[in-house]
């Protein structure tokens, strides 16, 4: 049975940071890619970073370029995405998504609320 669960969401200031943590079970999850999205009421998810299924290459949006680290750490089944320098603009609902073969697998993990305020 698919299983993925995230935590490490909540409530900071600017400025600060925060690790979601992302860990998958059920699935081969050291042949899977991981993408971390968000999505804030009335818009389309978003695509924050993506990352292969060994972690060796990277790719970010640009608004969190320098500021956030994705990571997948294989041998503990478990992602990870880890934002520095919050921003207001970064309040939202984090989804986790494991993916293979062009998404033709695709697990998703049940979000987690970010929010940045002061």
């Known amino acids: 049975q698919v299983r993925v669960v995230e935590s490490g969401g909540g409530w900071v200031q600017p400025g600060e940071s925060l690790r979601l943590s992302c860990t998958g079970t059920g699935f081969a999850f050291r042949s899977f890619s991981l993408s971390w999205y968000r999505q804030t009421p009335g818009k389309e998810r978003e695509l924050v970073a993506s990352t292969t299924n060994t972690g060796s290459t990277s790719n970010y949006a640009d608004a969190v370029k320098g500021r956030f680290t994705i ?11 880890q934002m520095d320098f919050l921003k207001p603009e970064d309040t939202a609902v984090y989804y986790c998504n494991f993916h293979f073969n062009h998404k033709q697998y695709s697990h998703w993990g049940q979000g987690t609320q970010v929010t940045v305020s002061s």
């Open 71 to 81: 990571s997948k750490d294989n041998a503990k089944n478990t992602a990870y995405l």
